[in-house]
């Protein structure tokens, strides 16, 4: 065991020494989500999860905006930095809140691999855009449910045809 420690610890610190300069020069642009999480239907309050994944070095700043004022810092709440194994973190802020037609939220994030920090945007739905939405989907499926058979029929009877034939004159 003592001589497996000492090969790793060799071969590690060797490695470590030829590519710390590289990995400290790296920059790694994050890849940045927001989802909103189900809603607590009586209280009618929305978790909105900005996720940002991917990201080196380590020093990041993630802020919640509505409206373009700051939230409240109270109602934001981080998890801890995540380690992805492929010397990447990754960091989920969620922001619990009332969300409502208008509003417009912005997850900003500031990392040493943007020149200026970056955001992206999140408006809710209103209740007539989601029921337009599903609206459509229903009569999709509808449609399907009735083209599939339609079109089974239309093929079977296809491969029945037979062709007309001229009579043939008898000969008597």
């Known amino acids: 065991l003592e001589q497996k420690r000492a090969e790793v610890d060799a071969f590690c610190r060797h490695n470590y020494g ?3 300069p590289f990995a400290r020069a790296r920059l790694v642009q994050p890849k940045m989500s927001i989802t909103p999480a189900e809603h ?4 009618q309050k929305t978790v909105l999860i900005c996720d940002v994944a991917g990201f080196w070095p380590s020093g990041i700043n993630v802020t919640w905006f509505r409206n373009g004022k700051e939230e409240d810092k ?3 709440m981080t998890t801890a930095l995540i380690r992805n194994g492929d010397w990447t973190f990754q960091i989920q802020v969620m922001l619990e ?3 409502e037609r208008g509003d417009v939220y912005a997850c900003r994030v500031e990392h040493p691999s943007f020149p200026t920090p970056a955001s992206i945007q999140w408006e809710p739905q209103s209740d007539s855009a989601r029921s337009k939405m599903w609206t459509g989907i ?3 499926l ?3 449910v009735f083209l599939a058979p339609g079109l089974i029929l239309f093929l079977k009877n296809k491969k029945g045809d037979v ?3 001229t009579p043939v004159a008898l000969m008597s």
């Open 18 to 20: 030829i590519h710390e």
């Open 40 to 43: 607590d239907s009586s209280s």
């Open 74 to 76: 109270a109602r934001v």
């Open 97 to 99: 809140t009332k969300a």
């Open 138 to 140: 229903a009569g999709l």
């Open 142 to 144: 509808l449609g399907l």
């Open 163 to 165: 062709l007309p034939q």
